[in-house]
C-alpha cells in the first residue's frame, strides 16, 4: 500500500485537478490521506464531493490552522502505507508516476526515494517545461549523499519514499527552506534514486521571502537573519537524530557553507 499525504489550505482553485491526478493513478492500492488546514474557501466542499466518491480518501480539517509544514508532517503521521508521497494541492502527476517509482524502491533495497521527470508550470505555461535536474545520490557514500542534497533544490521530496525511513527524521521546525533538512537527514540514511519517464508537474508561482513565510506559517514579519539560523539549527537536529552528533554537525555545517556560498548573490540583489 501507498499513502498519498495531501496538506492543504484554501486550495480550492486546483485541489480537484490535484485529486483527479492522484485517482487516475494506474496504482490502485492507495489510501489518500487529505489534511484540510482550516481552509475558508470551497475546499470542505470539494473533499465531501470526492469522499462520496472513492473509499480510499481520509478527509481532516484541523479546528485551528498549523503551520504549514506541521501540516506536512500531520499527513505523514497518519500513513499506514509501506511507502508514502506527499502531494501538493496544485501539482499533477503523469498516471504511471505512482507504480513505477515504487517499483523502483521494491528492487532497490539502497534507495530511500525515488523520483521522476520534473516539469515546471505556471499560470502561463499549463504543460509545463521539462527542467533538467540532477538529484540522484547513487553511489555515493552518507557524506557525498548529505552534502549533494545540501546544495540541490527540494523538488524531490515529492517522490515516492520509504515510510519508514521518512518517519524516524525529527522535523524540527524553521521558516527558511524546511523541507532541506528533511532532505539532508534523508541523504544519510540512503540514496535518491532517480527513474526516468514517470512526470511530475510543479506548479510554481515566483514568491518573495516574506510571501514565503506568509504562506508557511501565517507570519506577517520575516528575519532572513533568523530564518538561516533555524535552518542551520533543524539541519542539525534532523541529521543528528538518524545519524548522531557527529551526522548532525555535518549537516548543520553543510548549510552554513550553502548560504555563505550564496551570501554575495543575495547582496548584490539587495544592493541593486
Known amino acids: ?34 489534511s484540510d488546514n482550516g481552509s475558508d474557501d470551497q475546499t470542505a466542499e470539494i473533499m465531501a464531493q470526492y469522499c462520496a466518491r472513492d473509499r480510499r480518501i481520509a478527509y481532516i480539517r484541523q479546528m485551528e490552522p498549523i503551520k504549514a509544514f506541521d501540516n506536512f508532517r500531520f499527513v505523514l503521521d497518519q500513513a499506514k502505507g509501506d511507502y508514502f508521497l506527499w502531494a501538493a494541492h496544485d501539482d499533477l502527476h503523469g498516471p504511471d508516476y505512482v507504480e513505477r517509482l515504487v517499483a523502483a524502491l521494491e528492487v532497490d533495497s539502497e534507495a530511500v526515494l525515488t523520483f521522476g521527470d520534473l516539469l515546471i508550470t505556471s499560470p502561463s505555461n499549463q504543460q509545463g517545461t521539462l527542467r533538467e535536474y540532477d538529484f540522484s545520490t547513487e553511489g555515493l557514500d552518507w557524506s557525498e549523499r ?69 504562506y508557511q506559517d501565517y507570519s506577517a514579519r520575516f528575519s532572513l537573519v533568523a530564518g538561516v539560523f533555524g535552518l542551520i539549527r533543524a ?24 548560504q555563505a556560498r550564496d551570501l554575495p548573490g543575495f547582496l548584490a540583489r539587495r544592493l541593486r
Not at 182 to 210: D, H, Q, T
Open 1 to 34: 500500500m501507498v499513502t498519498v499525504g495531501i496538506p492543504v489550505r484554501n486550495g480550492g482553485t486546483f485541489l480537484a485537478h490535484a485529486l483527479d491526478s492522484i485517482l487516475g493513478q494506474s496504482y490502485h492500492n492507495l489510501e489518500i490521506v487529505v
Open 146 to 214: 548529505m552534502k549533494k542534497a545540501a546544495f540541490t533544490q527540494c523538488f524531490h521530496i515529492y517522490g515516492v519514499w520509504r515510510t519508514s525511513s521518512l518517519k524516524r527524521i525529527p522535523f524540527a521546525g524553521n521558516a527558511w527552506w524546511p523541507d532541506l533538512p528533511v532532505m539532508i537527514g534523508a541523504a544519510f540514511m540512503g540514496s535518491f534514486k532517480y527513474v526516468a519517464g514517470p512526470r511530475f508537474y510543479y506548479y510554481e508561482i515566483p514568491k518573495s521571502n516574506l510571501q514565503r513565510v506568509q
Open 235 to 258: 539541519s542539525y537536529i534532523s541529521a543528528a537524530g538518524v545519524g548522531g552528533v557527529f551526522a548532525g554537525l555535518y549537516g548543520a555545517w553543510l548549510v552554513i557553507s550553502k
